[in-house]
């Protein structure tokens, strides 16, 4: 069996022609003839950012996974890096999302129809015939996790897009700009903003902080390594989910 999308021959089999950077569909294929598929995102062909280091996106996808794991939160598919036909990048596990699950955890709706308990609404906006809607999110524990590892590893994009759902559980994509030494943090998820964290939450950031340096002291610089870690302490001395803040767009575009 293959244990990590790196184990086995990679082959390329489609491309995702949505995606901002050059990214691909991949299939790998072990030694005992097992197959997998997979995500793959060459660093090669990553677009440069203003505000992010050339060249690291790739790596930042792999640091989200292995915090996600440490952590317990368990919301960022497998991934793993990889020497592929396109040089080295990440290679994140397929998940075949079902949207009717997707529309159970985040939606856009007509106003009039937003429901009046078990959902937040987040922004409110105007459909292209001019009909007011709004972006909701449900109060699912799911999301909830997803919203403090979030907050955690300072994830600048996620949008509802990047929310999937299947089998009954809720996975996040796209993690490539994450882990900045400034507050970027960029989320449709605000709607538990001020709550109290649970003792769970709470285990979950400290086990992230006690194991942080050694599992992303390979592919984050240190600078990188003490903000994740001064995230951790704050959201720990607060105890609380935290709020929007005023020096950066807070809502990401667009959100879906």
Known sequence: MISEPGDGEMEIIGRLRQASNQTFLARITGDDGHQLQGVYKPIKGERPLWDFPEHTLGFREVAAYRVSRLGGFDVVPVTTLVDGPFGVGSMQVWVDSAQDEVDRVVDLVPIDQVPATGWFPIVEGYAADDSPIAVIH???QRLRTMAVFDALVNNADRK??????????????????????????RTLLWGWSGETLS??????????????????GDLLDTDEIDALLERGYELLTTGRMPYPHGDWHTIPWPPF
């Open 138 to 140: 449900a109060d699912d």
């Open 199 to 216: 003792d769970t939450e709470r285990a979950m950031i400290t086990t992230v902080l006690d194991g942080a340096a050694d599992e992303v």
């Open 160 to 185: 509802g897009g990047h929310i999937l759902a299947s089998q009954g559980r809720v996975f996040g994509v796209d993690h490539g700009i994450c882990f900045h030494t400034e507050n970027k943090l």
